[in-house]
């Protein structure tokens, strides 16, 4: 078991009133198996919404990655900057700034981060420009994760996919949409993705 130094989301949309317990169930076994406890959930009519603290970082208040205040919620996994502030204060400005209207990444936010924000019942995923963290995709299953053994833990039949095996093998890195694995891909960093 290996602890990870940032913190860690999933998503699971389903266009139904709940999100499918049982695959709700193997993520959460996944992320715990890769060292993260204590997740944070939220749910809205056809999906939820999971973020795991880093595991190795203790509970320090300039360093929450995580905000709610009853009107809706941002997250984060890795570090974002937003108008000279970082952690909390941040993630707070982030959702107060944040346009629903044309669904853009603020352009002044920097950093290697993943943030979702949930306002009026919708929530968006974004990160930094370059993808430094990634958000890996799994849409035959409505499933958004940085972490990609999460995904692969909820396929249940993993077929290789040649292209992004090679690449991966020579390269060390995936760097467009594909994945090793058949069915995982990757999220374009420059998109404000809406969960539906």
């Known amino acids: 078991r290996r602890l990870s130094t940032v913190s860690a989301l999933f998503i699971v949309s389903t266009g139904s009133p709940s999100a499918p317990t049982d695959l709700v169930d193997c993520l959460a076994h996944s992320f715990a198996r890769q060292g993260f406890s204590g997740p944070v959930r939220r749910t809205w009519n ?5 973020w795991y603290p880093t595991p190795a970082q203790p509970a320090i208040p300039a360093m ?9 919620f941002a997250c984060c996994a890795g570090t974002v900057f937003y108008k000279r502030r970082t952690g909390e204060a941040a993630l707070r400005a982030l959702w107060r ?4 209207s044309n669904a853009a990444r603020p352009p002044d936010a920097l950093g290697n981060y993943l943030s979702a924000v949930g306002k009026q019942g919708r929530i968006w995923v974004f990160g930094d420009r370059l993808g430094l963290i990634r958000l890996y995709q799994a849409p035959g ?23 992004g095996a090679r690449e991966y093998i020579f390269e060390g890195a995936n760097h467009g949409d594909r994945s ?17």
């Open 97 to 100: 700034h944040f346009d629903r």
């Open 46 to 50: 056809g999906g939820m919404l999971v």
């Open 180 to 196: 090793p694995v058949a069915g995982i891909g990757i999220a374009d960093p420059d998109v404000v993705t809406e969960v539906t």
């Open 141 to 163: 299953l409505g499933l958004l994760s940085t972490s990609w053994l999460a995904c692969l833990d909820a396929l249940s039949a993993p077929v290789l996919d040649a292209f």
């Open 64 to 72: 929450q990655a995580w905000i709610d205040d009853g009107e809706g």
